[in-house]
């Protein structure tokens, strides 16, 4: 098995699920593949063998993944020093066979399902996939593994923000994570109280938020505001704000430009709050620990029945599986006629294009 992609909260207990599904129910042997297809293009492929002995303890608990993970270098498009691609892919299969490797369990995102489904297509070897992502933008699952945990520690945030803000009258503006979908802004900032959520989905319009920011101030007589803005929320007309970084999108900045222009629309102070990867890192809540476990023992069983191309998913509160090809290549955006967008609504939550 190997975990590919950011990290995120919850991915050693769904390695250890595997391990204890894979060793107890049917004595099979567990390899883990160390920083994913990196791991596998190392000469010798960098594996560690995974026993049970080694869950005894606290990896139940812990953040991030014993195993290691990449987001970038796909075998298929590997970048190659002075710049350009190769396609590596047929070392990752060699290496696949050379380990006598039976089936692979990975634990990714949308991207990372896509390269391993196609690398395992190629070598023949069965494989399942695990979704996680803090952003929980697979399709055909309702949660990814880590998203529950990092709404969790923004709405912890907001907690903590909305009591300083009442104290010196400020508007506060938290970024949260989330590239492609809003729905950790959504989620957490339904949670946290805000009175103002901007997501990717919802091109904002600058003149609506301060509408909203003079009816709090002024109308409601409230002495300060919430706002929360996902990294890739954009104005009507703009783009994200995001700066390249050795090939890869880096989101950021938002954040400082709505609390500088909100500032000028309405003379309030604002101040601004960044988590980063804070949202990926930490304890895994207990509803991410029991998705993980279940998605982890899911996988294994798959596997036995000789299912390949599946991804295991959560839906309708109970553990299935889709096949992959309904997952690789779609997106997973807020519905923006769904419960939690009526929620928000029903709140008088200002989404950005109101007013
Ligand atoms: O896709 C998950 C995610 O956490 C995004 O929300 C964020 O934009 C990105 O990963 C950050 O990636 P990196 O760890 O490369 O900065």
Known sequence: MLTSGGDCSGLNAAIRAVV???????????????????????????????GVDLFSGAVLRSGGTMLGTVNKGNPFDYPIPGGGTRD????????????????????????????????????????????????????????????????????????????????????MIMETMGRQAGHIALSAGIAGGADVILIPEIPYSIGAVATKLRDILLEERRNHALIVCAEAA?????????????????????????????????????????????????????????????????????????????????????????ALDEVVGKAKPVNLNGSRMRTARGLDICMGNDG
């Open 88 to 171: 590596r892919s047929a070392e990752v299969v060699k290496a696949i066979h050379d380990l006598g490797i039976d089936g692979l369990i990975g634990i990714g995102g949308d991207g990372s399902m896509r390269i391993l489904h196609g690398l395992m297509e190629m070598a023949e070897v069965p494989f399942i996939g695990i979704p996680k992502t803090i952003d929980n933008d697979v399709p055909m699952t309702e949660f990814a593994i880590g998203f529950h945990t990092a709404v969790g520690v923004v709405t912890e945030a907001m907690d903590r923000l909305q009591p300083t803000a009442a104290s010196h009258h400020r508007v």
């Open 234 to 322: 954009r104005p009507m007309g703009g783009d994200s704000h995001f700066v390249e970084q050795s090939g890869s999108v880096v989101y950021g900045g938002i954040g400082h430009r709505l609390g500088q222009e909100l500032h000028e629309a309405t003379g309030a102070e604002t101040r601004v709050t960044v988590l980063g990867h804070v949202q990926r890192g930490g304890t895994p809540s207990s509803f991410d620990r029991a998705l993980a476990s279940s998605f982890g023992v899911h996988a294994v069983d798959l596997l036995a029945t000789g299912a390949t191309g599946r991804m295991v998913s959560f839906w309708d509160g109970g553990i299935r599986d889709v």
């Open 20 to 50: 204890k599904r894979a060793v107890h129910g049917y004595g099979a042997e567990v390899v883990g593949i160390l920083d994913s297809t990196e791991g596998l293009l190392a000469s010798p492929p960098r594996t560690m063998n995974l």
